[in-house]
């Protein structure tokens, strides 16, 4: 079975820093684009950043850029987030997903996805 | 960056309902065009992809057409496990966009 279980969350004091890790299982970690996407409270989702399958290429947000990095460790199909100088408006669940064999085709697999809240 | 403005943010349908959501795209996206269904409490389940194709598993009385700009994803007959949130994507280039959103309740 395609899966992806996302941890690292929780509560952290604003212009801390954490990081989130995204296991995935059940396909070839390395073949695919691999992306996270948030949610805050009520709101809507929102894109953060995207680690592609191809060239390694990574793309971010402006709202994340330069306080957040993705990586990916093919040897343990492990996606993660760094993520530093964290806000209040970064309180969200955080989402990893795994996007088709075409990457412009989608997202076909999220993972239950963790909760951080940045809050003093 | 390209926007998505998704219509109506709220629908209050029956169930056996024809119900109709669009998506607008800021700039022409050809056909890439992704559609989600969300519950209350779980991740996003993709329904739609390539503004028309179905995904694997997903019932046929959901569907999806349009290019360019405009799009419009539509559920035939509605049943009670559609009650939702449904979101249009972009996926033509960086930074990936969503629509704000549609929710379906019922009425």
């Known amino acids: 079975e395609v899966q992806l279980l996302e941890s690292g969350g929780g509560l952290v004091q604003p212009g801390g820093s954490l990081r989130l890790s995204c296991a995935a299982s059940?396909?070839?970690?390395?073949?695919?684009?691999v992306s996270w996407v948030r949610q805050a409270p009520g709101k809507g989702l929102e894109w953060v950043s995207t680690?592609?399958?191809?060239?390694?290429?990574?793309y971010y947000a402006d709202s994340v850029k330069g306080r957040f990095t993705i990586s990916g460790d093919n040897s343990k199909s492990t996606l993660y987030l760094q993520m530093h100088s964290l806000r209040a408006e970064d309180t969200a669940v955080y989402y990893c997903?795994?996007?088709?064999?075409?990457?412009?085709?989608?997202?076909?697999?999220w993972g239950q996805g963790t909760t951080v809240t940045v809050s003093s | 960056d390209i926007q998505m403005t998704q219509s109506p943010s709220f629908v209050s349908a029956s169930v056996g309902d024809r119900v109709t959501i669009t998506c607008r795209a800021s700039?022409?996206?050809?056909?890439?065009l992704v559609w989600y269904q969300q519950k209350p409490g779980k991740a996003p389940k993709l329904l739609i992809y390539?503004?028309?194709s179905l995904q694997s598993g997903v019932p046929s009385r959901f569907s999806g057409s349009g290019s360019g700009t405009d799009f419009t994803f539509t559920i035939s007959s509605l049943q009670p496990e559609d009650f939702a949130t449904y979101y249009c994507?972009?996926?033509?280039?960086?930074?990936?966009?969503f629509g704000g959103g549609t929710k379906v309740e019922i009425k």
């Open positions: 997903a795994k996007s088709r064999a075409v990457a412009s085709s989608g997202m076909d697999v």
């Open positions: 059940g396909f070839t970690f390395s073949t695919f684009a």
């Open positions: 680690i592609s399958d191809s060239d390694d290429s990574t």
């Open positions: 700039q022409g996206i050809s056909s890439w």
């Open positions: 390539a503004a028309s």
């Open positions: 994507q972009q996926s033509d280039s960086f930074p990936l966009t």
